[in-house]
Every structure is written in structure tokens, then in C-alpha cells.
């Protein structure tokens, strides 16, 4: 999929270059030579647009004059933009207001939003149709009741004793985690805690991590100046004896993203004598290890030794990202300078989600919503293999054995046809290309990443068909007509 | 009482002199050096700590090792911390948890917290036992009912249109400000405006500030990157024809923060003329715009011209500090690229949060409350200048007409000894010195900054007699008894 972007970029270049040298700010010529692109069909509905690096250097303007004209584009309703997702071309293209700045007033109805694509399986997200309300609700009253005035002044930037005892006590019994309540600090999710420790000096860069990972995160530690090395995956995970002279390293031990499996146990011990050896730390981003569907989960590896690894998780994937909270359970050593970067410069998480939270667990209701899920998802992720072998018998499914999305591989050089031929569908997901480190040397991978998480249960059995339908053919799908004997 | 903190530091300096050249780290000695001057009793509960920056420069450290040794001891119960009000010596100084690394275990209970100072009049946060807990969660429970699934999906990096529909009505109405829904980005409240403004690039420093102001801003704008440059007060608010070479300035127009009275008209009107002359902006913190008592509030300065000044709120103030949300409403020009920093790079507000605050807008709860609240804190503030009238006469309150703080004007030369008094009675509040800039160059002022607000409603009283009896004695409390004729 990136390669196509090589020629998106190019085309929009071309256009753009007429209007750029025309009157008026760059951005402006830019936003208006987008704007045409997808209103003149060139930019098709669910397409990906190039990450604001590359169009910038593409372009010659700044990277903030491409980030501005997409976020203008987005706030027309021409673009959609999504965490961890990037900025796509939204389904519905008429603009959702004029493209000049409105006379000021007061609307009192809220501008429609762009609709999303008509079947979502882009990873990343639950089944949002699934958040469990009424139990979510239930715990939310009984934590506002029970909540000593003291909650509702200035607050602790480590976060809620009742949370970070709450999940000390989850994280053992769930993810085999060692570790206390005060080693534990509340933030908004994984990305939120990697700007923290980075952003603040807590650690520095370089980073090691995966050859394939979260451009996300990728672009969110460039932005706090810290240089990525991707070190290469094979079927057992990172080849994390090719770790080099960084001193900490960014790993998905319990299921790589997004190529599949876990971590080999040989290698999950390695990491740890590297980071012991090298004073260095693993950092363990366990962004799924609660959806492992046919044998038992693997625990975290922070467990191999909690002076040496950070493990970072979040509810975005068990709850929902609309709950902003995620947790680093930090060697001790980090605990002062996380709480300094914290307390300092850092917005608290929502106390009441955060009491909400720790009742949830607390109660039981938690552990039940994610067992219902687990089941779904597995039921999902049998629908999605069981398609396959009927329609798509030439392509295998891999690192199904845990998470919410699948890799279906496929033979080099069609990655980029298969992602147009789905976007053509209606159906919008992932190349393994997108997430492939710019920098690595390891041989690029053909596949499709599908998240099967993120339709509603009803809509499933619809995406599903949709992308069987676009995968490429295989020569078992060419119709044998036996000649008579 | 900066001057205070001179004392304190030289002798907590000399101390750790010796110990700094101990063996072990510096990080370690010094957290040994505080540990004894608490526990030896030279610290006394409830002082306040110097800055990071000043004690590791009396002490040659790095400033994170100052970072790093308060936040430990604030985990152990030593210290407590405050945002925006510094780090403090805990009322309580029993070690919570020992200071030597526990071995890992899972405890069943949270350990215990500090408590705060006995009466606690510091500024910036409500009354923590007024949150409207029901009118709150009837909010969350429609909104939680109502949403739709997508809310649970990946949000908006702008908030929820629900809740800047909310937030521009009740703006207009309320504060004047003249927007529209497009143009208000929600996040976690006014410093985190600040960090997403100034952290990615959408303004850039030097940016002019009061003289006396949030220290917390000024920490948090310097981690950025950006100077401040302190233009002088008088009683008409900031002397806006000083403004220098900067290209932004941070004001409180409604209510100088922490001095007092409204900017001035003829100022309000003039630092927007300097705004377009030089192409500027003008970012207004209307921190307590709602609590007014005496007279119509004062609009917000946004109303001028929206496209030279950003407005930055929250409801720290006006229901909790626990609510993590605020806004900021933005001149056309800068929404794509608050929107491009906040996509990429920041956690997003608790959306079910938002959802709520919308709710409490349009439901009407959240104007009762503010109307509420604002006879609580009119009828506190009577009370603190009749005590005044009564108790010590010859101290005047000053900037008594809004807000939920006053200050009170001592003669030169007398705020140190009047706080140290205030602490010796269990009354924890702040000098005027606190909140001034390092580099400004007008006469300093005496006085003492009282938060009325944060104390309960039954707390009130108590809090009020022991500051009165901490107050310097005036001349006219000498008994004068007259010479007989």
C-alpha cells in the first residue's frame, strides 16, 4: 500500500504544483488541489492519504502545511482521520459546510460528520456496538457514591489509589504481572505513556523496535525527537540478538503487531539478559494479551524481571478508546521521574472513569465483558478462516491464535492491488506496508491486515463477504472443467 | 515568601552539602537530606519546598534530580504535591511505606495518603465537597443512554460535537465570546492548552505574560521551550503599552490573576489593537469568568475579535479540578493546526466526560450550579472581609469583587513572616511572592493570596478565625487607652 501512495503523491504533486505557484499561502493552494482531487474522483472514497512527511518532502512545503490542509480538509468533512490510522478520503464528499470562513454565529444544531466506510476492518479498535453500558454505568454510580469529597480536589498524578490497586491486582491474576500499586501510573493509553517517558527525559532515545509496528507511535516518538531502529521479525518475533547499541527496546511480546504470533520464549528471556547486561529496559506494549483464543495467554514477559521492563496497556482494546485510560507499571526506578513528568506538565485522566474503572474490575463485571468478548472475537476470527477456505482457499490467515485482527498473506508484489481491489468494495483495511518501518532492511511481507473487532456484530457477516470478494484469485479458483474422459 | 525559600534552601543546601559528598548518588543524598530535615521537624508541616529549579542550582544538581527527589518523597508521604501550587512538607510525616525498595507484592489495601494542612486557604481549586454528584450523574446516565455506538469507536481529536455545540451556546451566552462549534478544541484544561499551543509549533514564544502569575504556566511553557517575558500590573490590570517584540501574550482580562481587578477597557481594546498592528494573538485565560459578585460580569475580551484572540477555559473551577476538561475557542486560522497537534500527538479528553458536561450545559444543572456556588462564595468572601473589618482593620482585602480568591495587603516587608505565622496556625495559603515573575522589574507587593473556596462549608469558619489570628497586628489593634483628661 505504500508504494501506491508513491503514486498518489506524485499526482497530487503535479496538480498541486500548478496551484502552489498560484496566489495565496501554500497551504491554501494545497487544501484547495486536495480538495479537487477528491472532489473530481481522483481520490476515491476510503483511500489513504500519504503521511505528512512524505507529501511535505513530496511537495516542498513544510510538514505543519500538509498537517494543516489535512485538518481543515477533516474539519470539512472531505478527509476523515483516525488514531493510529492516518487520514483517509472520507465516504461522503459533499462538503459539510462552505469552504470559506462562515460569518461567526451560533449554530444550534452540531455540522453532520462523515460517515466511515461502509465496511470497516481496519485494526485497532473493538466492537463498539459491545461497550458494556449498563455495567459500566452501574460501577460509575457506585464510585461517585462511594467517593470521599478529596476526590473531587486537586489530584494525585500517579492516579486513584482505587485504580492502581484495582489493576496491580488484575494485571497478577490476568497477565502474570509482579508489581504494587505504587509502581503503577494511570495515564491515557499506550501512546500517551510513550510521550511521557520520552517527551520528559524519563528515557532517551534511540528505540529499538519491530521492523513492523504503529507508524503511530513511530511519528509520536520522531516528534519528541527520538530516533526508531527497526530490528528485523521472523516467525518467533524480533531477532532481538540483532539489538544493537540502544538501550531500550519497544517489543509486542505477547502478539506481534500486526504480523502474528508471540514472542519465542528463548528470545523472551534474551531481551531480558540484554537489558540486564546493557542496564537498558524492555518496554512491553501488551496492547491485546487479553484475546487468546486456543491455548492459555502468554503472560507478560515484565514478569521475567520487573526491574528491567515497563509494561504499558490501555481498556482501548478490552473496553473502548472512549475511555481514556492506560497504565505503566514502571521499575522502580522510573517511578520518581514519571511522577515529576506527570505531576508537571500532564493533564490528569478523568478521575470518574478512573474510580468507574477500578470498581469495574473490583466487581467481576470487567473479567466477565472481556470473557463475552473473547468468545465473540474468536467466533469472528473462525467466520473470517472458515470464509477463506470456502472462497479464498490460496490465502493463509496468520497470528489468529490471539488479538482482534488476522494477516491473510499474500504472494509478493499483490499487497497494493488486493487493498484497491477491498477499497473498491467498500471495505476499508490496512497493507502489511503500512506499518513497515522505513528504515529496515528486512524482505518486505505481502498481506492484508483485517481487524475483525471493529464491526458490529450485525454488519460482520457483510464485511466479511465483501473482502472474500475482493482477494485476489488463486489458481484453485480457476475453474477446472475436466476434459471427457 | 520567595524570600523565605532562601532561608530554607541555604540550610537544607548546607546539610546537604555534607551529604551530597557521601557515597551514593546525588539523587539519593538528597532525598535522604529532606527526609531528615522533615522528620528532625527543621521542615515544618504544610512549608512549601522551593522551586525544582531554584534548589538545584543552590545545590549544583540537576534539576531532575530536585524533580526526582520530591516525587519520591511525595510517594512516601513525606511531601505532598499540588498542581500549580508546588510541593509542600505533609502534614503527616510518618514514612507511609519504607524507603528501601519493598519486595514485590500485590498489597490488598491502598496505603494511606497524606492529609492536607489543617485549613486550607490556597487558591485554585472549588470547594471539593460541592460537586453536584446527582445533577452529575443524571447527566452522565442520559448521556450514557443516548450516545451512539460510535462514541465508542476512535473519537474526534477536536471533542465531541455534542459538547462544543454545548460549550459555544453556553459561551455566548454567558461570557460573550463570539464562535461557532468549528472553532472550540476540547482538552484537559488551561495548561494543557498551553502545552498543545506552544509543545507543537501552532504558536511559538517568546510570549508575554503578567508579572504575577501561575507559576505552574510559566514551569510548563519553559519545559517547552518557550521565554516568558513579564510586562509590569497596576490597578487597571497589565500596562498593555509594554508589550515588546513578542507575538503573543497571555492575559486574565475578567480578573487579574493573582492581583485582582479587570483589565482596564481602554487596555482590553488597546492590546487587540496591538494584536492586529503586529499580527498577533492574544490568549485570554478566563479562569473564574463565571464567578463575579458585585456587579454585570465582564464579557470575555475574546468578543473583540475572534480572530486575534484564543480563549482558554475549563471547569476546574467552576465544578472540579477531577473533571479533566477545557476548551479552547480559536480564530479560524489556528484550528488546523491545534487540530493536526492534538490528532497526532495527544490523548484525547474522556469522551463519556464530555458527553456528560454537554448534558449538565443544555439540561441547565450546570448554570444552577455556577449560580449556586457563585452565593456560596459571595457569602464566604463577606464573611472574609468582615472578619477582616473586625479582626484586623488596618489590612485591606483587594480584587474581592470576583473570583474565589482575595488578596490581602500587607505592608513591605511583611508577607514571609505573615505566611510563616498562617502555617505555625495550621492555615496553609500562599504570598503574592509566589506568583512573581523572576524577571520582572516592578516593585514587588506584600500580600496574601486566600483561596476562600477550597475549604468546605463547615471548615469555613474555623479556617477564617486562625487566619485572622495569624494576620500582623496593625496599629490600630494596639489598645489605646486613653490618658485620662
Not at 499526482?11 to 504544483?17: K, T, V, Y
Not at 460528520?113 to 457506585?142: E, I, K, M, V
Not at 522510573?334 to 506538565?345: F, S
Request: charged share 25%; aromatic share 6%; proline share 8%.
Amino acid at each position: 500500500m505504500a508504494e501506491s501512495w508513491v503514486n498518489h503523491a506524485e499526482r497530487i504533486g503535479s496538480d498541486l504544483h500548478l496551484e502552489l505557484s498560484a496566489p495565496g499561502s501554500r497551504r491554501a493552494a494545497l487544501i484547495r488541489a486536495l480538495r479537487e482531487a477528491v472532489r473530481g474522483g481522483r481520490l476515491a472514497p476510503g483511500t489513504r492519504l500519504p503521511p505528512y512527511r512524505s507529501l511535505a518532502v513530496d511537495l516542498g512545503v513544510a510538514r505543519n502545511t500538509v498537517a494543516d490542509a489535512y485538518a481543515e480538509l477533516v474539519a470539512e468533512g472531505w478527509l476523515t482521520s483516525r488514531q493510529g490510522s492516518g487520514t483517509r478520503v472520507a465516504e461522503r464528499t459533499e462538503p459539510l459546510r462552505p469552504a470559506v470562513s462562515a460569518p461567526l454565529k451560533t449554530p444550534v444544531k452540531t455540522p453532520a460528520r462523515a460517515r466511515g466506510p461502509r465496511h470497516d476492518l481496519r485494526q485497532g479498535t473493538p466492537d463498539s456496538s459491545a461497550f458494556p453500558r449498563a455495567a459500566w454505568l452501574a460501577s460509575y454510580r457506585r464510585a461517585l457514591h462511594r467517593a470521599p469529597n478529596e476526590v473531587f480536589g486537586p489530584g494525585d498524578p500517579a492516579g486513584r489509589p482505587e485504580l492502581r490497586a484495582a489493576l496491580a491486582e488484575y494485571l497478577a491474576r490476568a497477565r502474570g504481572v509482579r508489581t504494587e500499586p505504587d509502581r503503577i501510573v494511570v495515564c491515557s493509553g499506550v501512546a500517551h505513556a510513550l510521550r511521557l517517558l520520552f517527551g520528559s527525559g524519563v528515557l532517551r532515545g534511540p528505540l529499538a523496535v519491530e521492523a513492523y509496528g504503529l507508524p503511530f507511535h513511530r511519528e509520536l516518538l520522531a516528534a519528541e525527537g527520538v530516533r526508531t531502529v527497526p530490528i528485523p521479525l521472523d516467525e518467533h518475533g524480533a531477532l532481538v540478538d540483532r539489538l544493537g547499541r540502544e538501550r531500550a527496546v519497544l517489543l509486542t511480546p505477547a502478539h506481534q503487531f500486526p504480523t502474528g504470533g508471540p514472542l519465542h520464549a528463548e528470545r523472551r528471556a534474551a531481551v531480558v539478559d540484554w537489558a540486564r547486561a546493557r542496564g537498558g529496559v524492555v518496554l512491553e506494549d501488551d496492547y491485546d494479551g487479553e484475546f487468546r483464543y486456543d491455548r492459555k495467554p502468554v503472560g507478560a514477559l515484565q514478569s521475567l524481571d520487573p526491574e528491567r521492563v515497563i509494561l504499558l496497556g490501555s481498556v482501548s482494546k478490552s473496553l473502548s478508546p472512549a475511555v481514556r485510560l492506560g497504565w505503566m507499571v514502571l521499575p522502580q526506578r522510573y517511578v520518581g521521574d514519571a511522577l515529576a513528568a506527570k505531576g508537571e506538565r500532564e493533564a490528569w485522566a478523568s478521575i470518574l472513569d478512573q474510580l468507574a474503572l477500578a470498581d469495574l474490575i473490583t466487581s467481576g463485571a470487567y473479567d466477565r465483558h472481556v470473557r463475552r468478548m473473547r468468545q465473540r472475537y474468536r467466533a469472528r476470527r473462525d467466520r473470517l478462516v472458515a470464509g477463506l477456505a470456502e472462497h479464498a482457499p490460496h490465502i493463509e490467515a496468520g497470528g489468529i491464535a490471539a488479538g482482534l485482527h488476522a494477516v491473510l498473506r499474500l504472494p509478493p508484489g499483490t499487497e497494493r492491488s488486493a487493498v484497491q481491489a477491498a477499497v473498491r468494495r467498500g471495505v476499508a483495511l490496512d497493507g502489511l506496508a503500512e506499518f513497515r518501518h522505513p528504515d529496515t532492511d528486512m524482505p518486505a511481507r505481502d498481506g492484508l491486515v483485517v481487524g475483525y473487532a471493529t464491526p458490529s456484530e450485525h454488519a460482520y457477516g457483510a464485511a466479511l463477504e465483501a473482502l472474500c470478494g475482493a482477494l485476489p484469485q488463486g489458481e484453485a479458483r480457476v475453474p477446472a472443467t475436466p476434459a471427457p474422459s
